[in-house]
């Protein structure tokens, strides 16, 4: 049974003292031209770089009737907003803790962490007390089951979607966390590009560098945000954490995952090396036949793991794909290709996203780290199609060597502008808070 909150009667009161203003005032502007709002109460569309369509907000006049009573009423209904998440949050948590096994008691820890900072993000956000109380309960039902009685993932994870919704339900809990005003969706010409291959049937793999565990929620949130359908069909390459760590099954369940272990731990333990090949080569079988199938779309993340802050500066820099990786989904196309006609198409991605859920200093990641919510950015570039084209003279060795080159070059580049952009948004929101 969903756990289940009821809005305070004082917050109800304020949002229809709130709205009552609003429709008063607009009701006394009405009719007066440029006295007043008139024809120029709402901004005329604009369309961003990624291609979204804003509006701008209302004008402010200075001479608006109730202003003072309407800035204390958002004030109280914030104030009281805050106080019914966090409230929500413990009630939440006691709740979870009520059922959780003992055994559980240092993830239970972790998970208490998260969910009070998740709380404060979600004030930040200004989430709505109604909605944050059906996602809570939403929450604690499916994260109490993963901690109870963990999901044995098969190598190709579908998404369940029914009879509960693991996908909206991730999308919907991680969508706090991202700034609207300022993440970005660049490449747009890029990203049709790829709706039109999948459309004719062709296959596309996504070859991206990789940040924080909700990374596919970041990419599904923007691609949506942009009205893109094919956000719940990405197929994600997916490393043993996501899909052994009791925090983040939940999540897990609601992507296509194609499940593998990552070089990094191939050897993690040594007694487990040759049955954790053995699994990668029957997630590469599977790979194979969803490229000769055709319409496969592919994201994964060549680096085998998460960008990491250099030591020094403490900026995030872009981990170096792993070569031989990129030239074996290079072959498993060809293979398509000449098996069933499949045409497959690579396309780089940069992504920045740390900000989100920052992965932890150390590179070899522990099932149970500890997690931040904290409210970022999350910006994402679609780069330009690298074409693996035959050229007289060229041996294959080096023809490989410039796919990889041309990739690396896309990513580093994109990530870079997007690492600029970030830095400037920052710089500006200080000097507007000063």
């Known amino acids: 049974m969903l756990v289940s909150f009821d809005l305070s009667s004082r917050t109800r009161s304020c949002i229809i003292i709130l709205i009552a203003s609003v429709f008063v005032c607009i009701l006394s502007f009405q009719g007066r031209g440029n006295a007043g709002w008139g024809t120029e109460r709402l901004g005329a569309p604009v369309t961003s770089r990624c291609g979204r369509v804003s509006t701008p907000g209302l004008r402010r006049c200075p001479n608006l009737p109730f202003r003072r009573t309407m800035d204390r009423l958002r004030r109280d209904v914030k104030v009281n907003s805050a106080a019914e998440i966090n ?14 096994p003992e055994s559980m008691g240092s993830m239970m820890s972790i998970l208490e962490e998260f969910m009070h900072e998740y709380a404060h993000t979600n004030i930040l956000a200004e989430t709505p007390a109604a909605k944050y109380a059906e996602v ?8 109490g089951q993963a901690l109870s009685q963990p999901h044995k993932f098969e190598i190709l994870h579908r998404a369940i979607r ?9 999308v919907d809990f991680f969508r706090p966390l991202i700034e609207q005003d300022t993440s970005m969706l660049y490449g747009v010409s890029n990203l049709e590009k790829v709706v039109n291959y999948i459309e004719k049937g062709d296959n596309v793999v996504i070859l991206s560098n990789h940040q924080t565990e909700v990374d596919p929620q970041a990419i599904e949130i923007l691609l949506e945000d942009q009205g893109c359908d094919l956000a719940s069909e990405l197929i994600f390459v997916a ?6 760590d009791p925090l983040a099954i939940p999540f897990s369940l609601g992507q296509n995952l194609l499940c593998i272990h990552s070089k990094k731990y191939i050897e993690k333990p040594p007694e487990k090396k ?16 969803l490229l000769e ?11 085998g793991g998460r960008d990491r802050p250099d030591p020094e500066s403490r900026e995030f820099v872009v981990a170096p794909f792993d070569e031989r990786s990129v030239q074996m989904f290079k072959l498993m196309a060809n ?31 522990q099932v149970g780290e500890k997690r931040s919510a904290k409210r970022g950015a999350a910006m994402i570039w679609f780069g330009e199609e690298v074409k693996d084209e035959r050229v007289d003279g060229v041996a294959d060795r080096q023809r490989h060597a410039i796919f990889y080159e041309n990739v690396m070059k896309q990513v580093l580049e994109k990530y870079d502008e997007l690492a600029k952009e970030r830095k400037n948004q920052l710089e500006k929101l200080k000097v507007e808070a000063s």
Do not use: C
């Not at 029914?162 to 991730?170: A, I, L, S």
């Not at 040759?274 to 997630?283: D, I, M, P, S, V």
């Not at 199938?293 to 680096?303: I, K, Q, T, Y």
């Open 335 to 365: 293979k398509a290709n000449r098996n069933s006609g499949k045409d497959t198409h690579f396309f780089p991605m940069a992504m920045l996203t740390h900000e989100l859920v920052p992965p932890p200093d150390g590179v070899q990641a």
């Open 162 to 170: 029914q009879p509960f919704d693991y996908y909206r339900w991730g």
């Open 87 to 100: 409230a929500i949050t413990e009630k939440s948590l006691e709740a979870l803790k009520a059922n959780a």
């Open 274 to 289: 040759a049955e954790k090949q053995a699994h990668n080569t029957r997630t590469m079988k599977k790979m194979q036949e």
């Open 293 to 303: 199938e055709g319409s496969a779309f592919l994201w994964v993340a060549p680096s």
């Open 136 to 143: 809570m309960g939403q929450s604690m039902q499916v994260m």
């Open 239 to 244: 490393g043993h954490k996501v899909t052994t």
